[in-house]
């Protein structure tokens, strides 16, 4: 067992600091409700000296002792955390049971040049494995220590098994072969759902045990640290790149919901006559002055995302350190997110409105973490040209597969109704309110009548071998690849009127309801298809699948 390991000394300003953040706004408001109308000498300025210099003691005495009573130790097969000032926890984290390690820089870790560990593990602990203050090169140190224990484990389950299978009594005996189970529901809807073959449950201890990421620790001088490993940068994104990447995905919500922070403040921090004032002015502007402020919004709220988005992207880079994938990005928080490209769950390329005229989009990974599914953004601009190349670089399962089977013209319908009756609902809302004014937004029945026939145009699916790729459209053209074994469940749904007319729907479930994904409207046949290869067993070869029936329209999409 190695010595126990401390964090970095400076862990014992955190609590000082994180005390002072969250009392800053609370002492805004404060200062301004008391100064109002009042002088600075009539303050109690000793008074208020001596409660700080009391308080600012008390937090570097309490974290002094936290910092004293947490220490992580790694032992063989395990990281063991002690801490705690008043109550003792000790956390043990077993290697096999780690997803992932990633490297966190908060701006309070990135002024003062030191890192934040956080360990993921299956199920969500607040806090749980966390290291929140070591250096850069310990935490690069830990990295490695953890991936050598997975080669090292990986190692001896490979030996054991083919000993196992070189010794004929040790043999177990075949899982019987059973067709997946079809689970009609009655409802409105026709339901099938359709169960995974045994292959495709592959989410157990032998998932968690085929990380290269995650862990903690430090080892002793007797223990051998593994060299430097492979290192090398697969793209980074430039400057200008960036800049174009904010101004074309604007986060409208993210905004204005950060202006309408702001709003909400000034009635406390505004005096209460100059908050009247302007209230009462707004409400003489005429039609066109209010269509003025909201463009004016909308280009400053628009602006503000780029902003944000930029902060949250600088620095973008895709690294291979030995088998794992690192992405590094941040302005004032730095994070660096590993992960294994074995543990992806499926990929989304996202078009936006702007970035499709001019063929580009951005790629998403989904990989099992602690936090069920984690996004991780593999490229913010990339040419869907380009696509393919980065996938067989990053991720080579999964394959940029165009598509091949779309919705046909008789499933419109399907589409438009529920686009066409919102916006008619929300017309007469306008008009009934606003009178005249209102009439403009019979403007939203042509937008929802271009916005579902370019849903239907753009949906569709394609099926592989191993891959189900869907592309489906809200407002940005959105296209996943999800390999077969993700995948736990399959519905498919229809009424009997859309049965009736040779339509079906579909639905794939996979671990994490996050990344479902589903279609709408898409021929029968097309869905007896993708059916019937996800019923295939694993080794079931085509010839047998084209005997199974309607498998073999599968070669037709």
Known sequence: MNEPTRLHRLFIL?????????????????????????????????????????????????????????????????????????FREELSIYTGRIHSMNMEQPLLQRILGLTQVRIETPGKTEGGGIL?????????????WLREQTRTRQTEREVRQAHESSDPSDQSFPAPSERPAVEPSETRENHESIQ???????????????????????????????????????????SGRLLIAALSSPNLSLALAFVGGILSFADDLLPDQM????????????????????????????????????????GFTVERIGKQISV???????????????????????????????????????????????????????????????????????????????????????????????????SGACIWYFDRLGLLSLLLLPLSLAWGLLSHRDSGLNVTDKQLTIRSRFIAMSTRYIRRPQIITMEVSGTRRQRRRGLLSLQVKMIFSEINESLNGMDQREIEAVRAWFQKKKGETSASAERSGPASSIEQL
């Not at 200062?31 to 002088?39: A, H, R």
């Not at 004032?277 to 004016?296: D, N």
């Open 14 to 86: 955190f609590p000082l600091v994180g005390s002072v953040k969250s009392l800053i706004p609370i002492a805004a408001l404060v200062s301004i409700k008391f100064l109002n109308g009042k002088s600075l000498r009539d303050i109690p300025w000793y008074w208020l000296s001596a409660v700080i210099v009391i308080l600012v003691s008390l937090l570097l005495l309490y974290g002094y002792l936290k910092w004293k009573r947490f220490v992580y130790t790694l032992e063989e097969d395990k990281i063991l955390i002690r801490r705690g000032v008043l």
């Open 132 to 144: 929140p203050a070591i250096t850069n090169s310990e935490g690069e140190r830990l990295q490695r």
């Open 196 to 238: 995974p073959s045994n292959q495709n449950m592959g989410y157990g201890s032998g998932l968690l045990e085929d990380s290269d990421s995650g862990a903690v620790g430090r080892k002793n001088a007797s223990d051998p640290i593994t060299a430097e490993e492979e290192r090398s940068t697969l793209l980074q994104l430039s």
């Open 275 to 314: 908050y009247q004032s302007l209230f009462q002015s707004a409400g003489k502007l005429l039609p066109g002055s209010w269509i003025s402020i909201a463009a004016a919004a909308l280009i400053i709220s628009w602006l503000l995302s780029a902003v944000l988005y930029t902060i949250k992207y600088a």
């Open 328 to 426: 590094s990005c941040g302005l004032l928080e730095r994070k660096r997110l590993l992960f294994s490209p074995e543990r992806v769950l499926a990929i989304t390329v996202k078009e936006g409105v702007f970035r499709r005229w001019f063929g580009y989009a951005e790629v998403k990974v989904h990989v099992l973490t602690s936090e069920s599914d984690k996004h991780f953004m593999l490229h913010p601009l990339l040419k869907t040209v380009d696509i393919p190349a980065l996938l067989n670089r990053v991720t080579p399962q999964f394959s940029a597969q165009p598509i091949t089977a779309s919705p046909p013209p008789r499933a419109k319908w399907m589409y438009l109704r529920w686009k066409l009756a919102f916006a008619a609902i929300v």
